[in-house]
């Protein structure tokens, strides 16, 4: 007759439907049992699909909810990160103006200096008093640029500028507002 493997093939064919025939009946079995206590099959895939469901939404919303969070975290470092970067320059800046203030004061000193001692010596030798009357301004220039370089100066307007901030806000603010979104782009636009 039939070659082994021909027997074995229709053997594993057969074993194959008898088992597929024997879960579908344990399955209409279960089937009949469920119907016959009043329960419908369909509701409870249904319910198993939406418990499943809101299992899948719950667990998406929480690391949505992480996502969030860590979003707000990293905002919140950059906006540090920017805000110590802006007070750096600001205070480089505020270095170098101090320095060109005090060199500013050793060229004005330089200068009075000179002229005071020309104008002493102006007067001495004509006898006439008038003559020391250019170091008067002199000397309060002179003064003001001693006070910006080396004294505090810088100290009281920057209390006078908090002052103006917390009691005067309105002499500073600017024309037409702060600018918004919609300012900048139409700027941009007409700039092209």
Same mark, same amino acid.
């Given at each position: 007759?039939?070659?082994?493997? @021909?027997?074995?093939?229709?053997?594993? +064919?057969?074993?194959? +439907?008898?088992?597929?025939?024997?879960?579908?009946?344990?399955?209409?079995?279960?089937?009949?049992?469920?119907?016959?206590?009043?329960?419908?099959?369909? %509701?409870?895939?249904?319910?198993?699909?939406?418990?499943?469901?809101?299992?899948?939404?719950?667990?998406? /919303? @929480?690391?949505?909810?992480?996502?969030?969070?860590?979003? /707000?975290?990293?905002?919140?470092?950059? =906006?540090?990160?920017?805000?110590? =970067?802006?007070?750096?320059?600001?205070?480089?800046? $505020?270095?170098?103006?101090?320095?060109?203030? $005090?060199?500013?004061?050793?060229?004005?000193?330089?200068?009075?200096?000179?002229?005071? =001692?020309?104008?002493?010596?102006?007067?001495?030798?004509?006898?006439?008093?008038?003559?020391?009357?250019?170091?008067?301004?002199?000397?309060?220039?002179?003064?003001?640029?001693?006070?910006?370089?080396?004294?505090? /100066?810088?100290? +009281?307007? +920057?209390? @006078?500028?908090?002052?103006?901030?917390?009691? %005067?806000?309105?002499?500073? %603010?600017?024309?037409?507002?702060?600018?918004?979104?919609?300012?900048?782009?139409?700027?941009?636009? $007409?700039?092209?």
């Amino acid at each position: 007759g039939m070659p082994n493997v @021909e027997i074995v093939g229709i053997a594993k +064919r057969t074993a194959l +439907r008898n088992a597929q025939f024997h879960q579908i009946e344990f399955i209409k079995c279960l089937f009949h049992s469920f119907t016959s206590v009043g329960i419908n099959f369909c %509701e409870i895939s249904l319910c198993q699909t939406v418990a499943m469901g809101s299992i899948v939404s719950s667990a998406m /919303k @929480e690391q949505m909810n992480v996502q969030v969070e860590m979003q /707000k975290t990293m905002q919140a470092n950059m =906006m540090e990160r920017q805000i110590a =970067m802006q007070t750096i320059m600001m205070q480089k800046q $505020r270095a170098a103006q101090l320095a060109m203030a $005090r060199d500013r004061f050793h060229w004005y000193s330089a200068f009075a200096s000179t002229v005071a =001692m020309i104008c002493t010596a102006a007067a001495v030798k004509q006898k006439n008093p008038v003559i020391l009357g250019p170091l008067l301004p002199l000397g309060f220039l002179a003064g003001y640029q001693w006070d910006m370089a080396y004294y505090n /100066k810088m100290v +009281r307007i +920057r209390h @006078e500028a908090e002052n103006i901030l917390a009691f %005067e806000s309105n002499l500073i %603010e600017m024309p037409g507002g702060v600018p918004s979104i919609d300012d900048v782009d139409l700027f941009s636009r $007409r700039s092209k």
